[in-house]
Structures are given as C-alpha cells and as structure tokens.
C-alpha cells in the first residue's frame, strides 16, 4: 500500500515559518510530480506549489518569494518551507504525488492534511 503522510504543521504568529514535509511510503516504483494543497474553511482545494521529478516548480502567486518546494527523490519526500506567514495562510495543508506503484498503475495519492495556523 503506497501512502503519504504529512508532518511540521502548527501555530505560528503572522511573520514566523513553518516547514511542512510529506514522506511517500510502500512499494513504490518512482515518484513523478508532488505538489502541495491547502483549503481553508468554507473554500476550495488550491495549488500552492508544484514540483517535477528534475525539480522544476511552480507556485501560486500568493506563494511566490515566500514560500519553497523542495524535494529529496532518495528519500521520497517533498517539503514546503513557508516564511512570512500570513494569518490568510491558515489552512489544511495537503501534498499530491503522482505515484508509479511497483505493482499497478500510475496515479495520484493524496496524504491526510496537516493544520497550519497563522495567529498572534
């Protein structure tokens, strides 16, 4: 069984960091894109950062010069260092990958959500 699972969420005051990690685990074949969600009360799933298996990445606008995906492909792993929160940071935070299983199809695994609160 192929799973994610989220670490590194918490409270933190507006301006402070928070470093997010999702480790993928089980039979995996290879890993091709992980990403990083978050959905906020009463709103939609949104992308926060995208990142290929080269490392190429992506980013929302809000994310942009504040936030950092990273991967570690040895370790099946993708981070999300996160500075300059902000309190319209708070959300679930969820990771994505795209999982290459050693025994069935391609597809996509989600973890089970890390709370990431932004307040004073």
């Known amino acids: 069984q192929v799973q994610l699972v989220e670490s590194g969420g918490g409270l933190v005051q507006p301006g402070g960091s928070l470093r997010l990690s999702c480790a993928a685990s089980?039979?995996?074949?290879?890993?091709?894109?992980m990403a990083w969600y978050r959905q906020a009360p009463g709103k939609q799933r949104e992308l926060v950062a995208g990142i290929t298996r080269d490392s190429t990445t992506n980013y929302a606008d809000y994310a942009k010069g504040r936030f950092t995906i990273s991967r570690d492909n040895a370790k099946n792993t993708v981070y999300l260092q996160m500075n300059s929160l902000k309190p319209e940071d708070t959300a679930v935070y969820y990771c994505?990958?795209?999982?290459?299983?050693?025994?069935?199809?391609?597809?996509?695994?989600w973890g089970q959500g890390t709370q990431v609160t932004v307040s004073s």
């Open positions: 089980g039979s995996i074949f290879t890993i091709y894109t």
């Open positions: 994505k990958a795209l999982i290459v299983p050693r025994t069935a199809d391609a597809a996509d695994y």
